[in-house]
C-alpha cells in the first residue's frame, strides 16, 4: 500500500509556479486545497517563484519564438531536478503533449471559463458589435484574433503581450482600444469587475481554459496520491476531452481553435469545437457527446475533414 508523505514545516514541500501575479495567485490556491484537504500546516508548503522564458518575451508573439513551452521550461527543469515537488500550472498554457517524466495530478475546480472585453477608463463598449469601425483590439491569442475578425472584418488585432497588468497599462496608455482577457484570471487578482463576459456562443473559449493543473514526477506514487485529494473529477474530465481533441487536431500554439467541454443536466459531457483560418475568414465548427476517450479525436478528425484549404493546413494531422 502507498504511503501519502507527510510534510511538515521543517520538512515542506516544495510548490514551483511562475512569478507572474497570477500564477502565485493560483499556486496559493493550489497550495490552500492540499492544506484543507490534508490538515496540514500552511507552512508544510513552501512556494518557490520562477520567471519563465514566456514572460520576458513581450516584444513578439510565442508562437514565433517556442511556443507554450516558454510558459513550462524552467519549471520543467526543476521538477525534474527535484529543485521542486510538483508545479502549479495555468493548464490553458501548457502543452497538450506533456514530458512522460511528469503527471498531472490534479484539477482544481474550473472557474469561469469566458472571456472578458476590456476598454479603457471611460470606453463604453460591452461587446465585440458595439466597438467602432476600424477599432484596434489587441491580443497574442491566434484564436482570439480569428474569433473578432470573424464576427468583425474591419477590426485591427495589434499584438498585445505582457501579464495582466501589463496589458491593462498598456491599453490605458492608448495601444489597442480594447482587448480580451480571461474572466478567471481576472477573478484570481480580484479584478472580476473589470470588463464584460462575452458570451461562450459569441467567444468559445480556449481549450483547458479557467483551469489550474499540478504535476509532479510520475515515478512519484506516494506525492501523486497526497495531490490527488484535491481533484476535481467533473474539471477533470472536461479538460482532459478539450485536450484530447488539440491532441488529435495537431495544432500548435499558431493553430487558432477553441474547444470547451461542459457538462449538461442530464449527466452527458458536451464537447464543443471551432477551428478557423489566421485572418477568421474561413471556420468550422462542430460539437459530439463525450462517452469515451476516442470521441473527442473523432471530433476534430471530422473537422479537419469539413475544413476549408485555409484552415486544414494550420493543423499538421
Same mark, same amino acid.
Request: glycine share 6%; aromatic share 2%; with cysteine.
Given at each position: 500500500?502507498?504511503?501519502?508523505?507527510?510534510?511538515?514545516?521543517? @520538512?515542506?514541500?516544495?510548490?514551483?509556479?511562475?512569478?507572474?501575479?497570477?500564477?502565485?495567485?493560483?499556486? *496559493?490556491?493550489?497550495?490552500?486545497?492540499?492544506?484543507?484537504?490534508?490538515?496540514?500546516?500552511?507552512?508544510?508548503?513552501?512556494?518557490?517563484?520562477?520567471?519563465?522564458?514566456?514572460?520576458?518575451?513581450?516584444?513578439?508573439?510565442?508562437?514565433?519564438?517556442?511556443?507554450?513551452?516558454?510558459?513550462?521550461?524552467?519549471?520543467?527543469?526543476?521538477?525534474?531536478?527535484?529543485?521542486?515537488?510538483?508545479?502549479?500550472? @495555468? &493548464?490553458?498554457?501548457?502543452?497538450?503533449?506533456?514530458?512522460?517524466?511528469?503527471?498531472?495530478?490534479?484539477?482544481?475546480?474550473?472557474?469561469?471559463?469566458?472571456?472578458?472585453?476590456?476598454?479603457?477608463?471611460?470606453?463604453?463598449?460591452?461587446?465585440?458589435?458595439?466597438?467602432?469601425?476600424?477599432?484596434?483590439?489587441?491580443?497574442? @491569442?491566434?484564436?482570439?484574433?480569428?474569433?473578432?475578425?470573424?464576427?468583425?472584418?474591419?477590426?485591427?488585432?495589434? &499584438?498585445?503581450?505582457? *501579464?495582466?497588468?501589463?496589458? =491593462?497599462?498598456?491599453?490605458?496608455?492608448?495601444?489597442?482600444?480594447?482587448? &480580451?482577457?480571461?474572466?478567471?484570471? &481576472?477573478?484570481?487578482?480580484?479584478?472580476?469587475?473589470?470588463?464584460?463576459?462575452?458570451?461562450?456562443?459569441?467567444?468559445?473559449?480556449?481549450?483547458?481554459?479557467?483551469?489550474?493543473?499540478?504535476?509532479?514526477?510520475?515515478?512519484?506514487?506516494?506525492?501523486?496520491?497526497?495531490?490527488?485529494?484535491?481533484?476535481?473529477?467533473?474539471?477533470?474530465?472536461?479538460?482532459?476531452?478539450?485536450?484530447?481533441?488539440?491532441?488529435?487536431?495537431?495544432?500548435?500554439?499558431? @493553430?487558432?481553435?477553441?474547444?470547451?467541454?461542459?457538462?449538461?443536466?442530464?449527466?452527458?459531457?458536451?464537447?464543443?469545437?471551432?477551428?478557423?483560418?489566421?485572418?477568421?475568414?474561413?471556420?468550422?465548427?462542430?460539437?459530439?457527446?463525450?462517452?469515451?476517450?476516442?470521441?473527442?479525436?473523432?471530433?476534430?478528425?471530422? =473537422?479537419?475533414?469539413?475544413?476549408?484549404?485555409?484552415?486544414?493546413?494550420?493543423?499538421?494531422?
Amino acid at each position: 500500500m502507498t504511503s501519502i508523505p507527510h510534510p511538515t514545516p521543517a @520538512s515542506p514541500l516544495r510548490i514551483g509556479t511562475r512569478a507572474s501575479p497570477l500564477a502565485m495567485a493560483q499556486a *496559493n490556491l493550489a497550495a490552500a486545497a492540499l492544506v484543507a484537504a490534508h490538515g496540514l500546516d500552511p507552512r508544510a508548503l513552501e512556494i518557490l517563484p520562477m520567471t519563465a522564458t514566456g514572460d520576458k518575451i513581450q516584444d513578439r508573439a510565442l508562437a514565433e519564438v517556442g511556443g507554450k513551452a516558454l510558459w513550462t521550461r524552467e519549471l520543467d527543469i526543476a521538477l525534474d531536478a527535484k529543485v521542486i515537488d510538483m508545479a502549479v500550472h @495555468s &493548464l490553458k498554457d501548457v502543452e497538450t503533449l506533456r514530458d512522460e517524466r511528469f503527471f498531472l495530478a490534479a484539477m482544481l475546480e474550473r472557474a469561469d471559463p469566458r472571456d472578458r472585453m476590456v476598454v479603457p477608463d471611460g470606453g463604453t463598449a460591452r461587446t465585440i458589435a458595439d466597438l467602432p469601425h476600424g477599432a484596434r483590439l489587441g491580443t497574442s @491569442s491566434p484564436r482570439r484574433a480569428a474569433q473578432v475578425r470573424r464576427i468583425r472584418p474591419d477590426l485591427e488585432t495589434p &499584438l498585445l503581450r505582457g *501579464n495582466v497588468a501589463t496589458r =491593462l497599462a498598456k491599453l490605458a496608455a492608448g495601444d489597442a482600444d480594447a482587448t &480580451l482577457l480571461a474572466a478567471a484570471g &481576472l477573478a484570481r487578482l480580484g479584478m472580476d469587475a473589470i470588463g464584460t463576459a462575452q458570451p461562450i456562443d459569441l467567444l468559445l473559449p480556449a481549450a483547458s481554459q479557467g483551469a489550474i493543473g499540478i504535476e509532479c514526477r510520475a515515478e512519484d506514487a506516494p506525492l501523486r496520491a497526497l495531490i490527488a485529494a484535491v481533484d476535481h473529477a467533473p474539471t477533470h474530465a472536461a479538460v482532459a476531452a478539450e485536450r484530447a481533441f488539440l491532441a488529435a487536431l495537431g495544432g500548435d500554439c499558431r @493553430s487558432p481553435v477553441a474547444a470547451h467541454a461542459r457538462w449538461l443536466d442530464d449527466g452527458a459531457l458536451r464537447l464543443d469545437a471551432e477551428i478557423y483560418s489566421e485572418d477568421g475568414a474561413d471556420h468550422v465548427a462542430g460539437w459530439t457527446q463525450v462517452a469515451g476517450p476516442a470521441d473527442a479525436a473523432t471530433l476534430a478528425r471530422r =473537422l479537419l475533414d469539413e475544413a476549408p484549404d485555409a484552415v486544414r493546413r494550420l493543423f499538421a494531422a
